[in-house]
């Protein structure tokens, strides 16, 4: 079985920042693109960013600059650095993988979440 579990989602007041971890683990072959959304309330999941495994990035317009995906790929773990918070950041975040298991094909797994909330 394959896991992601997020950690380091919390309160901020506006202006400050946060790091986001998620750490896979089980039976991994190889792990490709990883991702993170978000969801804030009433609204759909939306891509935030990803980051290929040779660590080309892209971002959602309303993140860049302010925040910055990286990953470690000895440690099976992709983070997000958030910078200059702002309230319409609130959301619950979701870290997202397409990892290839031993001897089975490449699927897409999902965290289970970690809810950022940012105070104006």
């Known amino acids: 079985q394959v896991h992601l579990v997020e950690s380091g989602g919390g309160l901020v007041e506006a202006g400050g920042s946060l790091r986001l971890s998620c750490a896979a683990s089980g039976s991994i072959f190889s792990i490709n693109d990883m991702r993170w959304y978000r969801q804030a309330p009433g609204k759909q999941r939306d891509l935030v960013a990803a980051?290929?495994?040779?660590?080309?990035?892209n971002y959602a317009d309303s993140v860049k600059g302010r925040f910055t995906i990286s990953r470690d790929n000895a440690k099976k773990t992709v983070y997000l650095q958030m910078n200059e918070l702002k309230p319409e950041d609130t959301a619950v975040y979701y870290c997202?993988?397409?990892?290839?298991?031993?001897?089975?094909?490449?699927?897409?797994?999902w965290g289970q979440g970690t809810q950022v909330t940012v105070s104006s």
């Open positions: 997202n993988a397409a990892i290839q298991p031993f001897l089975k094909y490449s699927s897409d797994y």
């Open positions: 980051i290929t495994r040779g660590g080309s990035t």
